[in-house]
């Protein structure tokens, strides 16, 4: 009597398979390795490359030959940055209403993270900033090459860190420290980083000559990756801690891992489905506002933002919402409504416009 061959719906396939553009994904002895591509942008997550890693997690999720999946960024100056805000700038702020279907891939990317049912490490080859941040946080464990450093800028280009940042920094860090990091935007150094607990192990990654720096200053930083007087990036180290992390993550059994990440991960998911989708609902309607289209636009033309002139036409009682105020103008000439309260002339006419119906 012949055995019945039982059909598998979740058979594995190969990591080559899927042909990702801004996406490196490789299987090897247990370790699957998700590497955002995009050195160039500082590994800066495009909506193409939301879709590419959410696919990758869930892939190495099914694949039982996976046990563990390391998560990192190409080349040593940044581990991610977060999304796109050339993107944003150019897509998101003309169709705000479209930041809400993007919030919604980048939610189910996060959450490819958080339903693996493997553990995660997070391999901080570089800087991790704004979402960049979230995402190391919303993996299980992580290693950080002392050269780098973590930073949220939300309030600083016109968003609110509430992609994972607001809601896992409090119970990462504490309340103090996670408004300290969310309202300030100032980098957290490695060293410092650890000692917070916002990542498990810091790796030396700074060399002079053949001599490793093991807490490298701010000077040796910039001139080992400037490639100065002798001194050079190097990621060896991390490499092979990263890889024995990842070994002894394998050396335990799989079911119980599983259960374990899920008990662990309560409080993570209670603050994430809690927040989320509001987040998701004002950040889409922020979009329409003055503050993103400035942020974004100073970051784009590499200029400050113009913090001063949005409180204080607040603080005269002028508009700081909207650029040139709310649609409350008519054109007595043509009799066009809804027009910005304070712009001179009619768009539609040309016309003066009076006064009638601006602010006072």
Not at 132 to 145: F, I
Not at 166 to 191: C, F, H, S, Y
Request: a negative charge; aromatic letters at 10%; hydrophobic letters at 35%.
């Amino acid at each position: 009597m012949q055995a019945t061959e039982v059909k598998r719906h979740f058979s594995p396939r190969e990591s080559d398979s899927f042909a990702f553009e801004e996406t490196e994904y490789s299987k090897h002895d247990g370790i699957a390795r998700i590497t955002i591509n995009r050195p160039k942008n500082y590994n800066a997550y495009s909506t193409l490359t939301l879709e590419e890693i959410a696919t990758a997690f869930r892939d190495a999720s099914f694949d039982d030959r996976v046990g563990v999946i390391v998560y990192t960024g190409a080349g040593d100056r940044a581990f991610c940055t977060g999304g796109d805000v050339k993107e944003y700038a150019a897509s998101y702020i003309a169709t705000p209403r479209d930041y809400w279907k993007y919030m919604a891939l980048f939610r189910a990317y996060i959450e490819s993270i958080l339903n693996t049912g493997k553990p995660v490490v997070a391999r901080l080859n570089g800087m991790a900033v704004g979402g960049g941040n979230e995402s190391q946080l919303a993996c299980d464990l992580t290693v950080m090459a002392q050269h780098t450093f973590i930073k949220q800028v939300g309030t600083h280009v016109g968003s609110v860190a509430c992609g994972g940042s607001t809601q896992w920094l409090p119970l990462t860090v504490g309340d103090k420290r996670a408004r300290e990091i969310l309202m300030l935007n100032e980098p957290i150094p490695a060293l410092k980083a650890r000692d917070w607990g916002l990542v498990n192990w810091v790796v030396p990654s700074v060399r002079h000559g053949d001599e490793w720096i093991d807490e490298a200053g701010p000077g040796e930083i910039k001139k080992a990756q400037r490639g100065e007087d002798g001194y050079a990036i190097d990621l060896s180290k991390l490499d092979a801690f990263v890889d024995e992390i990842a070994k002894k993550l394998l050396a335990s059994f799989p079911e119980c891992t599983r259960y374990t990440k899920q008990q662990v991960n309560f409080w993570k998911d209670l603050a994430w489905h809690s927040t989320v989708r509001h987040a998701q609902d004002w950040l889409a309607l922020h979009y329409a506002s003055w503050e993103p289209l400035e942020g974004m636009r100073a970051f784009v033309e590499k200029r400050d933002s113009r913090y001063d002139l949005l409180r204080s036409r607040a603080a005269e009682g002028r508009p700081s919402e909207t650029l040139w105020g709310p649609p409350l103008g008519t054109c007595d000439a043509c009799g066009s409504k809804d027009l910005p309260s304070e712009h001179e002339f009619c768009g539609v006419c040309g016309n003066a416009l009076s006064k009638t119906g601006a602010p006072a």
